[in-house]
């Protein structure tokens, strides 16, 4: 009886490891159990600027392997990750004392992939990847990590051998700006589960996390002196749950993880509509000195801060201040949409004097795209959320300086349904499958802002209908890398049906990580996965 199960065990994880093998690979399980294939290159999401494979060189990491680097830190990410799949003990040290299996280094990177890029290197007699920055080091990371068998994914050891592709990677991004956005205003997500996302989407290469703290549903930060905001304004969420916010020490948590995989956080307090968190919980921010009721609807455009009243640049310099303060990256978000409760003359002077602010705490503005219908300072950023092609007042703007973050919301926006059967989500923007959502051109989508007027693109997820991890997970995956790679990889690689396999290739990983993915009926995604 125990020999049958013991049998019966073995027989099935051998079964598994061909199924992996075989997911990677394409080829049957009979025959993969039996090679040694390699990741092509061609599977590397998001697509590369420039790959040479070499025929025929692989590069095999050993128990013995050890990892060198000159950032500590990258070092130790990657030994981590892959330790848990390897059960390797991966040992990370100095280049200065000897080769190694892997080598990050800081040296000799070529100047073109400039402070994002890397160049990686897989000879016979290991890994070298060369960057001039440690962000484009952490990116060359992800590549490289793309490139070990989908197993390496795992959390859990797995089984040898780990064999890498011979050739050449040199790599850098299209666009310097790569964005996530999270709703945590509607729907409330922990602390751990902001940070769940971050690793996730530092996969895709994505270094910007948009993080929207305060909307009519909540406000989710802690602002000293105003501690209404969060024992009122953050205690209920859509639908009327529980709510919740980030103590100042929560938020400088998220802000040090999103660090550690190279993504800025970008706090975002939304101004002056929707505000209603704030207005129900300082009768003073009203113009008429009454707090109106908490609100737990999905409406918009009901609530503004008080333009003419004093109290509300008070108020704003101590919430843009505190916030300045956590925030090590250049950019504040002041929001600056849907203001259809306040008369655009005050709308214009309202968002000029938050500008100033912003500008008063060291900081850049960045505000939906409605923030052109003010005068925008030099450093001012759009992000333009509309569905159509052309905006007049945006293509002005950017005719006179402004750059401009893309996210069209019938192609960007996480939070639109797949189908007409997608359960969550929705749909006011219409419904975006992956192949709509990956094609499109940042560079030349919307008519009058060309490329160079472009920052980058961003893919927001609003949270009126996503509640868990596994929600967030399966609106984001996998349109959020189509996104990702819209904003890494260069114009002349886009090719939905080159982008499919890319994308098929994630499925066994994702499926590894527990990433609640949607299987588009657009993918052909392996067995297994
Ligand atoms: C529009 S787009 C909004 C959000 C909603 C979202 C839902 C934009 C800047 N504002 O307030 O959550 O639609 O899709």
Redesign the pocket.
């Known amino acids: 009886m125990a020999r049958r199960t013991q049998r019966g065990r073995r027989i099935g994880i051998t079964a598994l490891v061909a199924a992996a093998l075989s997911a990677v690979t394409g080829i049957g399980p009979a025959v993969a159990a039996r090679t040694t294939a390699t990741v092509p290159f061609s599977s590397v999401l998001p697509a590369p600027a420039g790959a040479t494979p070499a025929a025929g060189v692989t590069y095999t990491l050993g128990s013995g392997a050890a990892i060198s680097t000159d950032v500590p830190d990258i070092g130790d990410y990657l030994a981590g990750v892959l330790r848990r799949s390897t059960g390797y003990p991966l040992p990370v040290r100095s280049p200065s004392s000897g080769p190694a299996a892997v080598s990050l280094l800081l040296s000799a990177a070529p100047a073109g992939v400039g402070d994002q890029g890397y160049q990686l290197d897989v000879t016979r007699s290991g890994i070298v990847v060369r960057a001039v920055k440690p962000e484009g080091l952490f990116a060359g990371v992800q590549t490289l990590l793309e490139l070990l068998p989908a197993r390496a994914a795992s959390s859990t050891p797995q089984p040898g051998p780990w064999v890498v592709g011979g050739g050449r990677i040199v790599d850098h991004p299209r666009f310097a700006y790569r964005g996530a956005m999270l709703?945590v205003a509607?729907h409330f997500f922990s602390v751990a589960q902001v940070e769940r996302y971050i690793d996730q989407i530092a996969l895709y290469k994505v270094n910007r996390l948009h993080l929207h703290l305060a909307?009519d549903q909540g406000w989710r930060i802690a602002v000293n002196g105003w501690d209404r905001l969060t024992s009122v304004g953050g205690s209920t969420e859509v639908g009327g749950g529980p709510g919740g916010f980030y103590t100042q020490a929560d938020y400088r948590a998220i802000v040090a993880y999103a660090q550690s995989r190279y993504i800025t956080v970008i706090p975002e307090v939304?101004m002056p509509g929707?505000t209603n968190a704030a207005l129900a919980s300082y009768a003073e921010l009203n113009c008429d000195g009454q707090a109106p009721p908490l609100y737990t609807g999905?409406d918009?455009g009901f609530s503004s801060l008080c333009v003419g009243k004093p109290i509300t640049y008070r108020f704003l310099d101590d919430v843009i201040g505190q916030l300045a303060a956590l925030t090590p990256g250049p950019y504040l978000h002041i929001?600056g949409?849907?203001a259809q409760s306040t008369v655009p003359a005050d709308y214009a002077a309202f968002v000029d004097r938050v500008q100033q602010i912003v500008a008063a705490h060291g900081k850049q503005a960045i505000g939906?795209h409605?923030v052109v219908n003010a005068t925008p300072l030099p450093s001012t950023v759009a992000?333009f959320?509309d569905t159509t092609t052309s905006n007049t007042a945006v293509a002005d703007a950017a005719r006179h300086g402004t750059k401009i973050i893309m996210s069209p919301?019938n192609r960007a926006?996480l939070?639109?349904k797949y189908t007409k059967a997608t359960p969550l989500g929705?749909d006011?923007?219409g419904l975006t499958e992956v192949r709509k959502a990956y094609g499109w051109n940042p560079g030349s989508y919307l008519s009058g802002v060309g490329e160079p007027a472009v920052l980058g693109v961003e893919a927001?997820l609003?949270?009126?209908t996503i509640v868990t991890s596994a929600d967030i997970e399966y609106m984001a995956f996998p349109r959020l890398a189509a996104i990702a790679e819209l904003g890494w990889s260069p114009q002349s690689t886009h090719d939905w049906t080159a982008f499919r396999g890319r994308l098929a290739a994630q499925g066994p990983r994702w499926t590894l990580q527990g990433v609640a993915y949607y299987k588009s009926p657009q993918i052909t995604w392996p067995t297994g996965s």
Do not use: I, L, N, S
């Open positions: 709703d509607r909307d939304d929707h999905t918009v929001g949409d849907e939906w409605d992000q959320w919301a926006y939070d639109m929705q006011w923007a927001p609003w949270t009126e």
